[in-house]
């Protein structure tokens, strides 16, 4: 015995549900610039209250140097481009599986553990730079 292949659906439902899951890959995709404008922001933001502080108050002693609060604010600003890259590069795995014709969904793991990864490392530094060096 052969085993028959189910028959390919297409009609309107089907056509449907891809349109819902391409409005979905959209909402994530805007969630995630988002997020990527916020972190990039935050590293601009490290930079620029460092640099009024030490011009508002030029006799205190820093805690930190002037290159330490520019790599943090510099690593801010990378691992939001970095993200963006990845949401860019996991938006467009998820529409490629749409337009399919058999739709199969292609794994994007590998992805959403470099995201994790470098959300919670961008957390530390967050709290790092929060805590010691402002």
Not at 16 to 39: D, M
Not at 102 to 125: K, Q
Request: charged content about 15%.
């Amino acid at each position: 015995m052969s085993a028959a292949q189910p028959p390919k659906l297409f009609g309107p439902t089907n056509e449907l549900a891809k349109e819902r899951n391409r409005a979905a890959a959209e909402r994530t995709i805007n969630a995630w610039i988002g997020n990527c404008l916020s972190l990039i922001g935050f590293g601009v933001a490290i930079d620029q209250i460092a640099r009024s502080l030490r011009q508002r108050f030029p006799d205190v002693n820093p805690l930190t140097t002037e290159a330490a609060t520019h790599i943090t604010s510099q690593a801010f600003i990378g691992i939001g481009l970095l993200l963006l890259a990845i949401a860019l590069l996991q938006h467009r795995i998820a529409i490629k599986t749409i337009e399919q014709a058999d739709y199969l969904r292609l794994s994007v793991d590998n992805l959403n553990r470099i995201v994790v990864l470098a959300i919670l490392l961008s957390s530390c530094a967050g709290l790092f730079a929060v805590l010691f060096l402002l």
